[in-house]
């Protein structure tokens, strides 16, 4: 799947219904409640997808919430850096007063969900 890079300083949402693992399972964040996942300080760009690859603080995050995305971190090493596969890049972002890093697979760009916006279901 091939998505649009962000920048520091967009705005994007966070995806998670239906997403709190890769299409291959691979976890994004951490287990939390419905439509939520725990989003951490650090995602280990050299051991993803392992036991261990979420470190730090933190934040438990909903399906909508809102974040700024503050630049680029990058790409796991087991992926491959081919353009369709930037649903594995990681992206520092500015939430709930922290820094956290998140994947592109969890992160959607305002316009592409216009009824969420205004109070429709995120799905």
């Known amino acids: 799947m091939n998505k649009k890079p962000f920048t520091s300083g967009d705005i994007a949402i966070m995806h998670i219904t239906h997403r709190w693992a890769t299409r291959e399972g691979w976890a994004t964040g951490g287990a939390a409640g419905p439509q939520e996942l725990m989003i951490y300080e650090k995602i280990d760009l050299m051991g993803w997808p392992s036991h261990d690859d979420f470190k730090g603080h933190s934040e438990r ?35 709930k007063g922290r820094r956290l890093q998140v994947m592109r697979w969890n992160l959607e760009l305002p316009e592409d969900y216009p009824d969420f916006l205004t109070g429709g279901e995120f799905v």
């Open 61 to 95: 995050l909903r399906c909508g919430d809102i974040v700024l995305v503050l630049g680029y971190v990058g790409r796991p090493f087991t992926c491959t850096h081919r353009k369709e596969d930037s649903e594995y890049d990681v992206y520092e972002i500015f939430t």
